[in-house]
T-cell receptor, first 112, second 113 residues
Framework: QKEVEQDPGPLSVPEGAIVSLNCTYS??????FMWYRQYSRKGPELLMY????GNKEDGRFTAQVDKSSKYISLFIRDSQPSDSATYLC????????????FGKGTMLLVSP | NAGVTQTPKFQVLKTGQSMTLQCAQD?????MYWYRQDPGMGLRLIYY???????DKGEVPNGYNVSRLNKREFSLRLESAAPSQTSVYFC????????????FGEGSWLTVV
């Protein structure tokens, strides 16, 4: 079983739709959860950062963590064509110099 | 602030040639990383430097060497390039703190023929 699983997509939605992107993980020690957005031919950029369980909202974006189910989600409301990108989840147990464990990314396409 | 800057952005190498990818960050971060990203494989850590003066192997270190030149700069060297090293390379940096949020550069596209 891979440590972090993420559906590669592509996920195609019309403009204005609510988008749900998800990751599952196996390591119960993970406490820090991040979502990165990567546009084509660009580096990943940090989108959302969450510690432990719960929800975090930033504009049209909501990150949700359910540690009991080892499941994290990113919701995008009123999706826009500019949201078309690959979304990578990442997580860490936060111990010392531990590095992030990334999902492989989900490609999202929002059509006008 | 430029953030994380990588050079070159594009490079074509012949098999067996050597080259160095340069990376500099201006965020005063202690930790720096080199990743490669391949289709279907996601981001894979090559080497990292937790702090100035230290380097450690990541998931895929074979064929690469690194140098942490100072707090700002972290270079990646391919001594004898192979076609399997054709990839996009990302440098990144982070502070030493719980959570280790990582900030990435724009990438270097390397083709080995």
């Amino acid at each position: 079983q891979k440590e972090v699983e993420q559906d590669p997509g592509p996920l195609s939605v019309p403009e204005g739709a609510i988008v749900s992107l998800n990751c599952t993980y196996s390591n119960s020690a993970f406490q820090y959860f991040m979502w990165y957005r990567q546009y084509s031919r660009k580096g990943p950029e940090l989108l959302m950062y969450t510690y432990s369980s719960g929800n975090k909202e930033d504009g049209r974006f909501t990150a949700q963590v359910d540690k009991s189910s080892k499941y994290i989600s990113l919701f995008i409301r009123d999706s826009q064509p500019s949201d078309s990108a690959t979304y990578l989840c990442a997580m860490s147990d936060g111990s010392g110099y531990s590095t992030l464990t990334f999902g492989k990314g989900t490609m999202l396409l929002v059509s006008p | 602030n430029a953030g994380v800057t990588q050079t070159p952005k594009f490079q074509v190498l012949k098999t067996g040639q050597s080259m160095t990818l340069q990376c500099a960050q201006d965020m005063n971060h202690n930790s720096m990383y080199w990743y490669r990203q391949d289709p279907g494989m996601g981001l894979r850590l090559i080497y990292y430097s937790a702090s100035e003066g230290t380097t450690d192997k990541g998931e895929v270190p074979n064929g690469y060497n690194v140098s942490r030149l100072n707090k700002r700069e972290f270079s990646l060297r391919l001594e004898s390039a192979a076609p399997s090293q054709t990839s996009v390379y990302f440098c990144a940096s982070s502070e030493i703190r719980s959570g280790n949020t990582i900030y990435f550069g724009e990438g270097s596209w390397l083709t080995v023929v």
